[in-house]
């Protein structure tokens, strides 16, 4: 099955700063990449996705990069606020239709 | 205006006593599923439902059982629990079953085995 692996495990960036998250997945079949936001205490939520035949796609200051020779996608969060804080998951999804998820990447906007 | 509602938001059982987690949802999606996490984990898959047809993962203990009776209701039955079944446990549902679906989950239920 799929083994996706996302780093880092925790990432504290300045206010203002961007933030990159790094994904990578064994299944060469993968064609769906989608990202989950959680915030504390609250249900997981998608903020984007991404399909195999695109290489980047943009939603204001969110964008996802993918790689597919080298297996790998990126969440970028630009000019990072507070509100950005949260546990982020990517994800991706293979010819079983299943999405297997990454350990997740707890996100600390500081002021 | 919940969509995917999961009650109860946390659950104290005892080892060994059986306890069912709900989860119900208003989108009228065909499938629904079970994932469990851990701390500092991915969600699990635990199994799926797509309509009626029920979808076990391979590596889904025995020990997990789960329920569908309509299209807006579904239940986890955790027949013995273990220590090592506390966990946060999330419902979530997609629209249908095609690989890219935008998944739709729940506030989760938070289960603590003494």
């Known amino acids: 099955g799929e083994n996706v692996e996302q780093h880092p495990s925790t990432l504290s960036v300045q206010e203002g700063d961007s933030a990159v998250i790094k994904c990578t997945y064994s299944?060469?079949?993968?064609?769906?990449f989608p990202w989950y936001k959680q915030e504390l205490g609250k249900r997981p939520q998608l903020i984007i996705d991404i399909r195999s035949n695109v290489g980047e796609k943009k939603d204001q200051r969110i964008a996802v990069t993918l790689n597919k020779t080298a297996k790998h996608f990126s969440l970028h969060i630009t000019e990072t606020q507070p509100e950005d804080s949260a546990v982020y998951f990517c994800a991706a999804s293979s010819n079983d239709y299943k999405l297997s998820f990454g350990a997740g990447t707890t996100v600390t906007v500081r002021a | 205006d919940a969509m995917v509602i999961q009650n109860p938001r946390y659950q104290v059982t005892q080892f060994g006593k059986p306890v069912t987690l709900s989860c119900s949802q208003t989108?009228?999606?065909?499938?629904m599923y079970w994932y469990q996490q851990k701390s500092s984990q991915a969600p699990k898959l635990l199994f799926h439902?797509?309509?009626?047809?029920?979808?076990n993962e391979a590596d889904t203990p025995d020990n997990f059982q789960s329920r569908r009776p309509n299209t807006s209701f579904c239940f986890l039955d955790i027949r013995s629990p273990g220590l090592g079944d506390a966990a946060m446990y999330l419902c979530?549902?997609?629209?249908?079953?095609?690989?890219?679906?935008?998944?739709?989950f729940g506030s989760g239920t938070q289960l603590s085995v003494l």
């Open positions: 299944d060469s079949a993968s064609n769906y």
């Open positions: 439902y797509y309509d009626k047809d029920f979808n």
């Open positions: 989108l009228n999606h065909n499938v």
């Open positions: 979530a549902t997609s629209r249908d079953w095609t690989g890219e679906e935008k998944l739709f």
